[in-house]
């Protein structure tokens, strides 16, 4: 992302300037309150907290358990996310599933995040071979940790 220079409190002096109209930004297509930034002939928003997509049209609805609600998972719920999470947990299992994105496990990309023996798994496979990623911490203690996960 690039550091807009042309702005008023950057200018000496002007007159008469405007927006070019055949540029992508004269048409304001950031929306939500999104800021257009020019980049040659394209563009890229800025989008401001709460909002993402190439135009910011996409809400994000992001709740940390125990400042709204907290989740409870049975063994037979779950969570659908797409490519990366954040996730406040607390528990004082030693094992359980937290995340699965992947059609199968065979022959197929996937990532996992699992609690094994009281520590956080991560497990991912892009097609060679599993790649397993263990926390050093343990988690089954009953307080509050964070946990971010991408692919």
């Not at 950057?10 to 800021?35: K, V, Y």
């Not at 257009?36 to 890229?44: A, G």
């Not at 910011?56 to 609805?61: D, L, Y």
């Not at 907290?70 to 094992?95: C, K, L, P």
């Amino acid at each position: 992302m690039s550091t807009p220079i042309l702005r008023e409190e950057n200018a000496l002096n002007s007159s008469n300037i405007a927006m070019f109209h055949g540029h992508p930004c004269f048409r304001e297509p950031c929306q939500n309150g999104g800021r257009c930034n020019p980049q040659l002939d394209v563009y890229e928003c800025s989008c401001p907290p709460g909002f993402s997509g190439d135009n910011c049209q996409n809400t994000i609805h992001e709740k940390s358990a125990g400042e709204t609600e907290a989740i409870a998972f049975d063994g037979r719920t779950f969570i659908e996310y797409h490519n990366a999470v954040t996730r406040s947990i607390r528990t004082e299992a030693t094992q359980g599933l937290l995340l699965w994105s992947g059609k199968s496990v065979e022959r197929s990309d996937y990532i996992a995040l699992a609690i094994v023996d009281g520590h956080v798994e991560m497990t991912y496979d892009l097609g060679s071979k599993p790649i397993v990623l263990r926390s050093s911490v343990r988690v089954d203690a009953n307080r509050w940790i964070r946990i971010k996960a991408s692919r």
